[in-house]
């Protein structure tokens, strides 16, 4: 599956945004994905998964209440909306993808990855 992630701009803090992800090859419903992020000089963090069908999803602490993951597999999209952004979530923000349900709150448990699309959260 090919990843491609958009949606990332320069935002006020208490703003909003909305990234998308769109996948290309393989049904996209026969995919977990995730989102995950990077700051400078960080590694890269879990932010939020969704189940194949959407039933289930789970967040990150920090997001917690304040983002929101889902996605549209007739669409073959998966979404981010980001709501009340702090600076602290300034990051490149990447889509990920993959097969099974293994290590979903870890970078290393998704074989496929988007190229990433940069927030910045201005105070």
């Known amino acids: 599956v090919q990843l491609q992630a958009c949606g990332g701009g320069l935002v006020q803090a208490g703003g909003s945004l909305r990234l998308s992800c769109a996948a290309s090859?393989?049904?996209?419903?026969?995919?977990?994905m995730g989102w995950f992020r990077q700051a400078p000089g960080k590694k890269r963090e879990f932010v939020a998964f969704?189940?194949?069908?959407?039933?289930?999803?789970d967040y990150a602490d920090s997001v917690k209440g304040r983002f929101t993951i889902s996605r549209d597999n007739a669409k073959n999209t998966v979404y981010l909306q980001m709501n009340s952004l702090k600076p602290e979530d300034t990051a490149v923000y990447y889509c990920?993808?993959?097969?099974?349900?293994?290590?979903?709150?870890?970078?290393?448990?998704?074989?496929?990855w988007g190229q990433g699309t940069k927030v910045t959260v201005s105070s």
């Open positions: 969704i189940s194949k069908s959407g039933e289930t999803t």
């Open positions: 090859g393989r049904a996209f419903s026969s995919y977990v």
């Open positions: 990920a993808a993959d097969l099974y349900y293994s290590a979903l709150y870890r970078a290393d448990g998704y074989s496929y």
